[in-house]
């Protein structure tokens, strides 16, 4: 069974520019959550999508923004970029249900210069 | 809101010895608690869940964890550290949101094993 597949693995932008992450989910997964990790803030929750919806949104500035397609797969887009929005972009898959375990990519790893 | 703390974000200890992770929670509903494991440029790996079928989980790798409710504590051991299991360990609680999929984590605990 295929797991999460998150591409590209590796992004460098220049400050103000905008760039979209990509996430495959396994196979029968419906919903999608994303994650942001720096050193300093640790795991942050983005949003989550469940069939095609937005379901729960984290604290994060409108520059953050997600969406699924029918397919289940997802993609997050980052506007203006700024230099802190350097991290690691996790994105995780799972069936429906709050004790059911998320299973996660292996990340993209955005630079911002 | 749930949350959980990690005490710690640096535990060393050497091979062969017991590993003793800590995590508290907060949770005014009976928690859903997750223990992942994340290898250097990789993403998470669940050792274990609890989800309240049984206070002593079991997890991959030879790791556990006891939930004690009493203590609001869920920490993760493991009998005897091995050079592998040196990497980031997070403790997390689903926040059920309207049915989402959230997990918030803790800040990590980064494990050291000495030869």
């Known amino acids: 069974k295929a797991g999460v597949t998150q591409t590209p693995r590796y992004l460098i932008k220049t400050r103000g520019q905008q760039v979209t992450l990509s996430c495959s989910p396994i196979s029968g997964h419906r919903s999608v959550s994303w994650y942001q990790q720096t050193p300093g803030q640790g795991l942050q929750f983005l949003f989550e999508y469940f069939s095609e919806t937005q379901r729960n949104k984290g604290n994060f500035p409108g520059r953050f923004s997600g969406r699924q397609f029918s397919n289940s797969r997802s993609e997050m887009n980052v506007s203006t970029l700024e230099l802190g929005d350097s991290a690691l972009y996790l994105c995780?898959?799972?069936?429906?249900?709050?004790?059911?375990?998320?299973?996660f990519g292996q990340g993209t790893r955005l630079t911002v210069v | 809101a749930q949350s959980v703390t990690q005490l710690g974000s640096h535990v060393s200890v050497s091979e062969g010895a017991l590993v003793l992770l800590r995590c508290n929670y907060s949770?005014?509903?009976?928690?859903?608690l997750f223990w992942y494991v994340q290898y250097p440029n990789q993403g998470l790996q669940l050792l274990l869940k609890?989800?309240?079928?049984?206070?002593l989980v079991k997890g991959i790798n030879g790791f556990e964890a006891e939930f004690k409710k009493s203590e609001t504590s869920f920490h993760l051991t493991k009998p005897s550290a091995h050079m592998s299991d040196a990497a980031e360990y997070f403790c997390a609680v689903s926040d059920r949101v309207q049915g989402a999929q959230k997990l918030v984590f803790g800040q990590g605990t980064r494990l050291t094993i000495n030869p």
């Open positions: 609890y989800t309240s079928a049984a206070t």
């Open positions: 949770s005014s509903v009976p928690p859903y």
């Open positions: 995780a898959s799972s069936l429906d249900g709050p004790n059911t375990e998320a299973f």
